[in-house]
């Protein structure tokens, strides 16, 4: 009994982390996306630490912790205070319509359901599942990095594709430590890099839209 | 001797993982460039060693075999004489006042750490320890590039940025799923993601998740190979940048994750049940060479025009590795060397045109051999190179990749030879326009650089052509058994 009821948690943990990816496409303000993703953080965590608990393997542990702190808390602060300074909290930013945009969505998560499930049939059902919810995040990421306009945009879904990674990779029973840890610290990392960008793009344009860089292109004169 | 060879390769990551550090506190740029070259040398030598020292017991963390050999002894020479280069053409960027000094601290302690990604990668017998190791060596590129902040450094670092992270994100999806494959037969923990246990087992594994694993690697580290239709950040990079990076990253970094791919590609050949990668890396291959071929003739920029070539030439390595089999493999992995070290000399060359012109844009660069004799003599024997002519090195890789596909498959080298045919006829337009005709007048011709700018040229157009020439036999031993192993 505890075997299914331990399957139903994580598989509606890692349901909801493709939830929240599906509210992070249609948010439309910054502070709301910021706090959207936020959420999906905290939804990552709870999922990873049920999977700590399932597979009775503390060092998941630590990995719920770096999501919970990094991912829920210190991030979002540090993105809002970039926008707030930067004076881009009521920019409306999406390249593609909403609807078209849930809709495409919608049949990504249908598509790597019906691709994963069809492949790992042989495989631990606990692990199957999460891996297909994670393929549907990580697609959904993507999605957002195409459909986003703005720079902040671009990187809150970038992260999000990291959290279908680390769900991944807490899904698969006795993943070595290492690698979670380097997910994580690649987050930071990553961060690090793109707030050095986002300075620089500020610096010399007075704007985070991407579309400005287009101008640029050294191909034209 | 058998601890001999595990401390070479301690070497060669310990050796610009301190001269990182050094670099960082070491102000006045003379001696960091000094630093910077005496360090790359060094690894380069410890590197060489590794041949003397035979095979090693693989650890569960490095481990050197024939094949990451090759990679990495070309990687630390590139990287040695790129150094060399470096010193020189920072020297006149500074001058030129594009580069602060402050920058260049930051630049030489990047090198450094960069080669440490890309020597770790090769060393690694760990797939997540790989994966950790490319998303160094990228996010270090992704810094240099942004070096000079122009818009356009600042596009192409994003771009650049940005593809790149989604691409090493879909690659390590795609080790989560190797492990996820190779967990029930290896067992939880470690043992499952070491690369030499991964091969030992590869016959009991689920096919259908390594297939799955496969398509995410291929995509995932193939955006790093700049094969299209994921290639948009690699021109962009390359011309944006510092010429020494746009060097290293051609002739390198590419290669970096042209070897993730080959290192799945031998477990996926382990696996009976498995797809054959041979068709996926076949198509990906032609598609890049016949598209870069094409847009050779559309570029205004010198050192795009070249980059745009060097998704051309990845295109034809993983076409050869795709099509497999004992002659293939040895042309792909021929073409690999040929193709790094003539890439890297024609980027020295077009660093210093470029220099010497004071633009990129090729209409207003020309007659190099006029102003610049040997400068410009240089770069028409390396782009002839490029090009494929004999008696180069790079005409016999092709040559021998060309006949094995007419063996194997008359019909996939048609559009291979077209290929081949048009951006053949590009580069040579190209370049008669770069080397001859009058020097534009309007410019001044800046001043030659000294000899010891021309020797890293020199010294690689050298070996490509003793390879055309000739190949010492221990060599296509060596090649030949290497390429048994990528299978």
Redesign the interface.
């Known amino acids: 009994m505890t075997g299914a009821l331990a399957f139903d948690i994580a598989h509606m943990l890692a349901g909801g982390l493709v939830l929240a990816s599906f509210m992070l496409l249609y948010q439309d303000r910054l502070h709301g996306l910021v706090n959207t993703y936020a959420l999906h953080a905290l939804v990552l965590t709870a999922s990873v630490a049920w999977q700590a608990w399932a597979q009775g393997a503390p060092h998941l542990y630590i990995t719920a912790l770096v999501a919970l702190v990094f991912k829920a808390l210190v991030i979002p602060l540090a993105l809002h205070r970039i926008i707030r300074r930067l004076g881009i909290h009521r920019d409306i930013e999406n390249a593609v319509g909403t609807g078209l945009t849930m809709l495409t969505g919608m049949g990504l998560v249908a598509l790597s359901m019906v691709?994963?499930l069809?492949?790992?049939?042989?495989?631990d059902p606990l692990?199957r599942e999460d891996?297909a919810m994670?393929?549907a995040v990580?697609l959904l990421g993507?999605l957002m990095?195409v459909t986003r306009r703005n720079?902040i945009g671009?990187v809150v879904g970038?992260m999000s594709?990291?959290n279908?990674?680390v769900l991944?990779?807490a899904g698969?029973?006795?993943?070595?430590l290492?690698?979670e840890i380097?997910?994580a610290f690649?987050v930071l990392?990553?961060f690090i890099?793109?707030g050095?960008?986002l300075f620089?793009?500020r610096?010399?344009?007075d704007t985070v839209d991407?579309g400005a860089?287009?101008d640029?292109?050294?191909?034209r004169? | 001797m058998s601890g001999f060879p595990f401390d070479a390769t301690v070497a060669v990551l310990v050796v610009p993982a301190v001269a990182a550090a050094v670099l960082a506190l070491l102000p006045g740029y003379r001696a960091a460039a000094r630093v910077n070259v005496l360090a790359s040398l060094t690894t380069f030598l410890a590197a060489l060693s590794l041949f003397a020292g035979g095979e090693g017991e693989a650890g569960n963390y490095l481990f050197v075999d024939e094949l990451n050999i090759v990679f990495i002894v070309l990687n630390t020479f590139v990287g040695f004489t790129a150094s060399v280069f470096s010193a020189g053409y920072i020297r006149h960027e500074l001058e030129m006042g594009r580069i602060s000094p402050a920058n260049l601290r930051f630049y030489h302690a990047m090198y450094q750490t960069m080669m440490f990604g890309m020597n770790l990668a090769f060393v690694a017998n760990n797939i997540g320890l790989m994966w950790v190791a490319v998303e160094l060596a990228t996010l270090t590129t992704v810094l240099m590039v942004g070096l000079y902040r122009t818009h356009e450094a600042l596009e192409a670092a994003w771009k650049y940025f940005i593809l790149g992270s989604v691409g090493i994100a879909l690659a390590l999806f795609g080790t989560i799923l190797v492990y996820m494959a190779a967990q029930p037969v290896v067992g939880e923990g470690n043992d499952a993601m070491v690369w030499t246990r991964l091969v030992e087992a590869a016959a009991g594994f689920d096919p259908g998740l390594l297939n799955l694993a496969f398509v995410f690697l291929l995509i995932g580290y193939g955006t790093k190979v700049g094969l299209a239709p994921l290639h948009a950040w690699l021109p962009d990079a390359h011309a944006e940048g510092p010429t020494p990076i746009s060097a290293v990253l051609s002739g390198l970094l590419l290669n970096v994750a042209l070897y993730a791919v080959l290192r799945f590609k031998i477990l996926l050949a382990a696996s009976p049940g498995a797809l054959a990668p041979g068709p996926l890396m076949v198509g990906m291959g032609l598609v890049s060479l016949v598209f870069a071929a094409f847009m050779l003739y559309r570029r205004r920029d010198i050192k795009r025009l070249f980059a745009y070539s060097s998704i051309e030439h990845m295109g034809i390595i993983v076409f050869a590795f795709g099509m497999g089999g004992p002659l293939a493999n040895f042309a792909g992995l021929l073409h690999m060397v040929m193709h790094s070290l003539t890439k890297s000399a024609i980027f020295y060359c077009v660093g210093h045109i470029a220099q010497i012109r004071g633009t990129q844009k090729l209409a207003e660069i020309s007659g190099v051999t006029v102003t610049h004799p040997a400068l410009g003599w240089a770069f028409l024997v390396g782009v002839a190179a490029i090009a494929g002519l004999p008696p180069m090195g790079v005409f016999m890789s092709e040559f021998l990749i060309v006949t094995s596909t007419f063996a194997a498959a008359p019909l996939l080298a048609v559009p291979l030879v077209a290929g081949l045919v048009v951006a053949f006829g590009a580069l040579t337009m190209r370049a008669t326009g770069i080397a001859f005709g009058a020097p534009p007048e309007n410019r001044p011709a800046g001043e030659a650089p000294g000899l010891a700018a021309y020797l890293p040229i020199y010294a690689h157009l050298a070996l490509v052509l003793a390879a055309g020439l000739y190949l010492p036999p221990a060599l296509v031993g060596w090649f030949r058994h290497v390429a048994g192993i990528l299978g």
């Open positions: 691709v994963m069809r492949v790992t049939a042989e495989a692990a891996l994670a393929l990580v993507l990095m720079a671009q970038f594709l990291e279908g990674l991944a990779a698969a029973r006795g993943m070595p290492v690698v380097s997910v690649s990392v990553a890099v793109i050095i960008v620089r793009i610096e010399r344009f991407v860089l287009d640029f292109r050294g191909e004169r």
